[in-house]
Protein backbone atom coordinates (compact mmCIF):
# COMPACT_ATOMS: atom_id res chain seq x y z
CA UNK A 1 0.00 0.00 0.00
CA UNK A 2 1.73 3.38 -1.18
CA UNK A 3 0.77 6.28 1.07
CA UNK A 4 0.63 9.56 -1.40
CA UNK A 5 0.67 12.79 0.04
CA UNK A 6 0.86 15.59 -2.74
CA UNK A 7 -1.58 16.49 -5.69
CA UNK A 8 1.52 16.56 -7.95
CA UNK A 9 3.10 12.53 -7.04
CA UNK A 10 -0.66 11.36 -6.99
CA UNK A 11 -1.54 13.01 -10.87
CA UNK A 12 1.66 10.96 -12.06
CA UNK A 13 0.75 7.86 -10.04
CA UNK A 14 -2.86 7.90 -11.80
CA UNK A 15 -1.71 9.11 -15.01
CA UNK A 16 0.51 5.97 -14.91
CA UNK A 17 -2.08 3.43 -13.82
CA UNK A 18 -4.62 4.40 -16.27
CA UNK A 19 -1.63 4.54 -19.22
CA UNK A 20 -1.47 1.10 -18.14
CA UNK A 21 -4.91 -0.06 -19.09
CA UNK A 22 -6.13 -0.33 -15.11
CA UNK A 23 -9.14 1.20 -13.58
CA UNK A 24 -9.48 3.81 -10.54
CA UNK A 25 -11.96 3.77 -7.97
CA UNK A 26 -11.93 6.73 -5.11
CA UNK A 27 -12.81 6.59 -1.71
CA UNK A 28 -13.25 10.22 -0.53
CA UNK A 29 -13.24 10.36 3.38
CA UNK A 30 -12.20 12.11 6.28
CA UNK A 31 -10.76 9.70 8.01
CA UNK A 32 -11.38 8.35 11.54
CA UNK A 33 -12.11 4.83 9.48
CA UNK A 34 -15.60 2.56 10.34
CA UNK A 35 -17.13 0.04 8.96
CA UNK A 36 -18.86 2.15 6.77
CA UNK A 37 -16.28 3.36 5.17
CA UNK A 38 -14.97 -0.37 4.70
CA UNK A 39 -18.20 -0.78 3.04
CA UNK A 40 -17.12 1.63 0.45
CA UNK A 41 -13.90 -0.17 -0.25
CA UNK A 42 -15.23 -2.92 -0.51
CA UNK A 43 -17.97 -1.91 -3.14
CA UNK A 44 -14.91 0.51 -4.90
CA UNK A 45 -12.79 -2.95 -5.18
CA UNK A 46 -16.04 -4.49 -6.98
CA UNK A 47 -15.48 -1.57 -9.55
CA UNK A 48 -12.28 -1.14 -10.28
CA UNK A 49 -8.85 -2.56 -10.70
CA UNK A 50 -6.74 0.05 -8.29
CA UNK A 51 -8.18 1.61 -5.24
CA UNK A 52 -7.51 4.87 -3.85
CA UNK A 53 -8.77 5.99 -0.05
CA UNK A 54 -8.30 10.30 0.08
CA UNK A 55 -8.51 11.04 4.11
CA UNK A 56 -8.44 14.34 4.24
CA UNK A 57 -10.19 16.52 6.79
CA UNK A 58 -12.00 19.42 4.27
CA UNK A 59 -11.29 22.30 5.96
CA UNK A 60 -13.71 24.57 3.86
CA UNK A 61 -16.72 22.22 4.70
CA UNK A 62 -16.87 23.38 8.16
CA UNK A 63 -18.06 26.80 9.51
CA UNK A 64 -16.33 28.77 11.82
CA UNK A 65 -18.05 27.91 14.91
CA UNK A 66 -18.22 24.04 14.20
CA UNK A 67 -16.47 20.78 15.33
CA UNK A 68 -13.26 20.95 12.74
CA UNK A 69 -10.61 20.94 15.63
CA UNK A 70 -12.41 18.33 17.88
CA UNK A 71 -13.03 16.06 14.35
CA UNK A 72 -11.78 12.59 15.28
CA UNK A 73 -8.68 11.75 14.18
CA UNK A 74 -6.41 8.17 14.17
CA UNK A 75 -4.22 7.93 11.02
CA UNK A 76 -2.42 5.16 12.59
CA UNK A 77 -5.55 3.01 12.63
CA UNK A 78 -6.71 4.35 9.18
CA UNK A 79 -3.27 2.61 7.27
CA UNK A 80 -4.04 -0.29 9.54
CA UNK A 81 -7.70 -0.91 8.18
CA UNK A 82 -6.91 0.17 4.97
CA UNK A 83 -3.86 -2.17 4.52
CA UNK A 84 -6.32 -5.21 5.71
CA UNK A 85 -8.94 -4.00 3.30
CA UNK A 86 -6.36 -4.56 0.33
CA UNK A 87 -6.36 -0.48 -0.65
CA UNK A 88 -3.54 -0.06 -2.88
CA UNK A 89 -3.51 3.85 -2.30
CA UNK A 90 -3.51 6.20 0.40
CA UNK A 91 -3.87 9.76 -0.90
CA UNK A 92 -2.97 12.03 2.58
CA UNK A 93 -3.20 15.69 1.28
CA UNK A 94 -2.04 19.03 3.37
CA UNK A 95 -4.29 21.45 3.96
CA UNK A 96 -1.56 23.79 1.99
CA UNK A 97 -1.23 21.47 -0.67
CA UNK A 98 -5.12 21.12 -0.96
CA UNK A 99 -5.75 25.14 -0.65
CA UNK A 100 -3.58 27.72 -2.20
CA UNK A 101 -3.59 30.91 0.58
CA UNK A 102 -5.13 32.73 -2.09
CA UNK A 103 -7.57 30.40 -3.83
CA UNK A 104 -10.33 32.24 -5.70
CA UNK A 105 -12.12 29.22 -7.41
CA UNK A 106 -15.27 27.39 -5.61
CA UNK A 107 -17.39 24.79 -7.41
CA UNK A 108 -20.88 25.44 -6.21
CA UNK A 109 -24.01 23.28 -6.89
CA UNK A 110 -26.78 25.88 -6.37
CA UNK A 111 -30.15 24.14 -6.48
CA UNK A 112 -29.78 20.69 -4.04
CA UNK A 113 -27.47 22.37 -1.83
CA UNK A 114 -30.00 24.89 -0.72
CA UNK A 115 -32.32 22.72 1.74
CA UNK A 116 -31.56 20.23 4.64
CA UNK A 117 -28.49 20.45 5.82
CA UNK A 118 -27.66 23.76 3.36
CA UNK A 119 -30.16 25.66 5.72
CA UNK A 120 -28.00 25.47 8.52
CA UNK A 121 -24.85 24.99 7.25
CA UNK A 122 -24.84 27.46 3.70
CA UNK A 123 -20.71 27.45 3.17
CA UNK A 124 -20.66 23.43 3.72
CA UNK A 125 -21.70 22.06 0.47
CA UNK A 126 -19.44 24.49 -1.53
CA UNK A 127 -16.70 22.37 0.41
CA UNK A 128 -17.83 19.62 -0.84
CA UNK A 129 -17.67 19.97 -4.00
CA UNK A 130 -14.99 21.94 -4.28
CA UNK A 131 -12.62 19.65 -2.47
CA UNK A 132 -14.67 16.87 -4.30
CA UNK A 133 -13.32 18.35 -7.51
CA UNK A 134 -9.73 18.47 -6.56
CA UNK A 135 -9.73 15.28 -5.38
CA UNK A 136 -11.09 13.96 -8.78
CA UNK A 137 -8.31 16.20 -10.56
CA UNK A 138 -5.83 14.57 -8.22
CA UNK A 139 -6.47 10.97 -8.90
CA UNK A 140 -8.21 10.58 -11.75
CA UNK A 141 -10.82 8.17 -11.15
CA UNK A 142 -12.96 5.90 -13.12
CA UNK A 143 -15.59 5.36 -10.46
CA UNK A 144 -16.35 7.04 -6.91
CA UNK A 145 -18.14 5.82 -4.05
CA UNK A 146 -20.09 7.86 -1.69
CA UNK A 147 -22.02 6.54 0.77
CA UNK A 148 -25.95 7.07 1.43
CA UNK A 149 -25.69 8.31 5.16
CA UNK A 150 -24.84 11.36 3.80
CA UNK A 151 -27.63 11.03 1.38
CA UNK A 152 -27.60 15.17 0.12
CA UNK A 153 -24.17 14.94 -0.52
CA UNK A 154 -24.72 12.01 -2.83
CA UNK A 155 -27.01 13.58 -4.54
CA UNK A 156 -25.11 16.76 -5.10
CA UNK A 157 -22.49 14.93 -6.13
CA UNK A 158 -24.14 13.14 -8.92
CA UNK A 159 -25.68 16.29 -9.82
CA UNK A 160 -22.07 18.25 -9.99
CA UNK A 161 -20.75 15.26 -12.33
CA UNK A 162 -23.50 15.65 -14.95
CA UNK A 163 -23.82 19.27 -14.83
CA UNK A 164 -19.84 19.42 -15.39
CA UNK A 165 -19.16 16.67 -17.50
CA UNK A 166 -16.92 14.84 -15.50
CA UNK A 167 -16.36 10.88 -16.87
CA UNK A 168 -16.65 9.84 -13.47
CA UNK A 169 -19.50 7.08 -12.46
CA UNK A 170 -20.54 7.45 -8.94
CA UNK A 171 -21.76 4.75 -6.81
CA UNK A 172 -23.72 4.71 -3.89
CA UNK A 173 -23.49 2.42 -0.65
CA UNK A 174 -26.01 1.74 1.41
CA UNK A 175 -25.66 3.21 5.29
CA UNK A 176 -23.70 0.57 7.32
CA UNK A 177 -25.26 0.74 11.32
CA UNK A 178 -23.89 -0.08 14.72
CA UNK A 179 -25.85 -3.30 16.46
CA UNK A 180 -28.26 -1.15 18.33
CA UNK A 181 -29.29 0.91 14.51
CA UNK A 182 -27.37 3.68 15.13
CA UNK A 183 -25.75 4.73 11.35
CA UNK A 184 -21.82 4.62 12.14
CA UNK A 185 -20.07 8.03 11.68
CA UNK A 186 -16.91 9.30 12.81
CA UNK A 187 -18.27 11.69 15.10
CA UNK A 188 -20.33 8.68 17.03
CA UNK A 189 -16.69 8.85 18.97
CA UNK A 190 -17.58 12.32 20.20
CA UNK A 191 -20.80 11.39 22.01
CA UNK A 192 -20.74 10.55 25.79
CA UNK A 193 -22.15 7.51 26.91
CA UNK A 194 -25.39 8.77 27.89
CA UNK A 195 -25.18 10.62 24.46
CA UNK A 196 -24.73 7.17 22.92
CA UNK A 197 -27.54 5.28 24.41
CA UNK A 198 -30.04 7.84 23.14
CA UNK A 199 -29.31 8.64 19.84
CA UNK A 200 -30.23 5.02 17.83
CA UNK A 201 -33.74 7.14 18.87
CA UNK A 202 -32.83 8.49 15.47
CA UNK A 203 -33.14 5.37 13.43
CA UNK A 204 -35.70 3.87 15.75
CA UNK A 205 -37.94 6.61 15.14
CA UNK A 206 -37.29 6.82 10.66
CA UNK A 207 -38.30 2.82 11.10
CA UNK A 208 -41.44 3.56 12.84
CA UNK A 209 -41.97 6.17 10.27
CA UNK A 210 -41.75 4.16 7.67
CA UNK A 211 -44.25 1.71 9.43
CA UNK A 212 -46.59 3.56 9.51
CA UNK A 213 -46.20 4.80 6.10
CA UNK A 214 -46.33 1.11 4.64
CA UNK A 215 -49.41 0.03 6.91
CA UNK A 216 -51.53 2.95 5.36
CA UNK A 217 -51.22 0.37 2.26
CA UNK A 218 -50.70 2.80 -0.81
CA UNK A 219 -53.82 4.95 -0.05
CA UNK A 220 -50.93 7.80 0.77
CA UNK A 221 -52.78 9.30 3.46
CA UNK A 222 -50.53 9.46 6.45
CA UNK A 223 -50.14 13.10 7.04
CA UNK A 224 -46.56 14.46 6.50
CA UNK A 225 -46.88 17.09 9.70
CA UNK A 226 -47.51 14.46 11.76
CA UNK A 227 -44.74 11.88 10.96
CA UNK A 228 -42.39 15.07 11.72
CA UNK A 229 -43.98 15.81 15.11
CA UNK A 230 -43.81 12.39 15.98
CA UNK A 231 -40.20 12.20 14.84
CA UNK A 232 -39.82 15.26 16.65
CA UNK A 233 -41.06 14.44 19.68
CA UNK A 234 -39.25 11.16 20.19
CA UNK A 235 -36.01 12.63 19.19
CA UNK A 236 -36.24 15.57 22.18
CA UNK A 237 -38.07 12.94 24.60
CA UNK A 238 -34.41 10.94 24.41
CA UNK A 239 -32.46 14.21 24.99
CA UNK A 240 -31.60 15.02 21.25
CA UNK A 241 -32.11 18.16 19.86
CA UNK A 242 -33.28 18.13 15.83
CA UNK A 243 -31.67 20.15 13.72
CA UNK A 244 -34.50 19.34 11.07
CA UNK A 245 -36.97 16.73 9.67
CA UNK A 246 -37.69 16.87 5.93
CA UNK A 247 -39.62 14.48 3.88
CA UNK A 248 -38.30 15.22 0.16
CA UNK A 249 -37.90 13.47 -2.95
CA UNK A 250 -34.42 11.61 -3.48
CA UNK A 251 -33.70 12.92 -6.48
CA UNK A 252 -34.74 16.45 -6.80
CA UNK A 253 -34.57 16.87 -2.69
CA UNK A 254 -37.62 18.75 -3.32
CA UNK A 255 -40.18 18.33 -0.20
CA UNK A 256 -43.31 16.25 -1.00
CA UNK A 257 -46.81 16.75 0.04
CA UNK A 258 -47.55 13.41 0.28
CA UNK A 259 -45.97 9.58 0.62
CA UNK A 260 -46.85 8.72 -3.08
CA UNK A 261 -43.48 7.37 -4.58
CA UNK A 262 -39.94 6.95 -3.59
CA UNK A 263 -39.84 9.26 -0.61
CA UNK A 264 -36.68 10.14 1.99
CA UNK A 265 -36.81 11.13 5.30
CA UNK A 266 -33.53 12.78 5.91
CA UNK A 267 -33.21 13.77 9.59
CA UNK A 268 -29.87 16.03 11.46
CA UNK A 269 -29.83 15.93 15.26
CA UNK A 270 -27.55 17.15 17.66
CA UNK A 271 -26.83 15.01 20.63
CA UNK A 272 -24.80 17.39 23.36
CA UNK A 273 -22.39 19.07 20.89
CA UNK A 274 -22.60 16.38 18.21
CA UNK A 275 -24.43 16.50 15.02
CA UNK A 276 -26.01 13.43 13.56
CA UNK A 277 -27.48 12.53 10.20
CA UNK A 278 -29.66 9.70 9.10
CA UNK A 279 -32.22 9.02 6.59
CA UNK A 280 -34.87 6.32 5.31
CA UNK A 281 -36.38 5.76 1.72
CA UNK A 282 -39.84 4.70 1.87
CA UNK A 283 -41.29 3.04 -1.57
P1 LIG B 1 -16.70 10.96 6.02
O1 LIG B 1 -15.36 10.41 6.35
O2 LIG B 1 -17.64 10.99 7.18
O3 LIG B 1 -16.64 12.26 5.26
O4 LIG B 1 -17.37 9.93 5.02
C1 LIG B 1 -16.72 9.48 3.87
C2 LIG B 1 -17.66 8.65 3.07
O5 LIG B 1 -18.11 7.55 3.84
C3 LIG B 1 -18.94 9.41 2.64
O6 LIG B 1 -19.28 9.04 1.32
C4 LIG B 1 -19.96 8.94 3.63
O7 LIG B 1 -21.28 9.00 3.16
C5 LIG B 1 -19.52 7.50 3.83
N1 LIG B 1 -20.04 6.98 5.11
C6 LIG B 1 -19.87 7.52 6.33
N2 LIG B 1 -20.53 6.79 7.26
C7 LIG B 1 -21.14 5.79 6.59
C8 LIG B 1 -21.99 4.70 6.98
N3 LIG B 1 -22.36 4.52 8.25
N4 LIG B 1 -22.43 3.87 6.02
C9 LIG B 1 -22.07 4.04 4.73
N5 LIG B 1 -21.28 5.03 4.30
C10 LIG B 1 -20.82 5.91 5.21
Given at each position: ?185 SRNKNL ?73 IAVAAY ?13
Open positions: MKIVKTIEEMQRYSCEIRRSGKSIALVPTMGFLHEGHLSLIDEAHKNADIVIVSIFVNPTQFAPNEDLDSYPRDLEKDFKLCKERKVDIIFLPSVENIYPSDISTWVTEEKLSQGLCGTTRPTHFRGVTTIVTKLFNATLPDVAIFGKKDFQQAAIIQRMVRDLNFPIKIVTAAIVREEDGLAMSSCEERKQAPVIQQTLQEARSAIYADNEKCSVNIDLIKDNINLRISQSGGNVDYIEIVDPITLEPKLNFSGETLYGKTRLLDNIVCN
